[in-house]
């Protein structure tokens, strides 16, 4: 596996993660129900995608490995981080106000809120990795 | 755009290597080197070195200060 796949595979894998939790949240806010589909599906996701990212990287070897985590993707890691740390307050904000206002109940909110904060950091991080690769 | 002039894609393409030689040679992934060229990306202080090692010059052969 060279270091283009082993990226290419991580971004593939984070992002699907990254659209099931906004799908979880949107079905959630559309009908206004904490659970509108099977709350592990998400998470099955992300336990995949670490499983599948770990054995590429065993596959990979440990020069690929290191490339494909050098400097650049600590980086863009971090500018990911960090920007999702201002997305999800504003989520936060966001929620409990349509919960505050009873647009949405409670549980529905923070279903909602939990999964897109998770989303934020991963598409985030496919979208500044995607691009750092254009 | 980055306050840093690079130089790097010359003195790459005057060595003879391509962004992906270089890269394994110091260690990163060729998108790191591209953008660096691209002067997207700001390098390390030891990333500059190895970068500069690798190519037998001085790393401000390839960093200059944009003034």
Same mark, same amino acid.
């Given at each position: 596996m +060279?270091?283009?796949q082993l990226e290419g595979l991580r971004r593939g894998l984070l992002g699907l993660t990254g659209l099931s939790c906004v799908s979880y949240a949107l079905l959630a806010v559309l009908q206004n129900r904490p659970d509108p589909f099977y709350w592990w599906v998400p998470m099955s996701f992300g336990i995949l995608a670490a499983v599948l990212i770990t054995a590429?990287?065993?596959?990979?070897g440990r020069n690929v490995a290191l490339q !494909? +985590?050098?400097e650049l993707y600590r980086a863009t890691n971090m500018r990911a981080a960090s920007? !999702?740390?201002?997305v999800s307050l504003a989520l936060f904000v966001l929620f409990s106000v349509l919960a505050g206002r009873e647009v949405l109940a409670w549980p529905t909110s923070v279903a909602a809120l939990g999964t897109l904060m998770g989303a934020?950091?991963?598409l985030l991080f496919v979208y500044h990795d995607w691009r750092a690769s254009q | 755009m980055s306050g840093l002039l690079t130089s790097l894609k010359d003195?790459?393409?005057a060595a003879g290597l391509t962004q992906a030689q270089l890269a394994e040679q110091v260690g990163v992934s060729r998108k790191t080197i591209n953008t660096i060229e691209n002067r997207v990306f700001v390098p390390s202080t030891v990333l500059a070195l190895k970068l500069a090692d690798v190519l037998g010059v001085s790393v401000h052969d390839i960093f200059q200060l944009e003034l």
């Open positions: +060279t270091v283009e590429g990287i065993f596959a990979a !494909a +985590t050098d920007q !999702a740390y201002w934020a950091y991963l | 003195k790459r393409t």
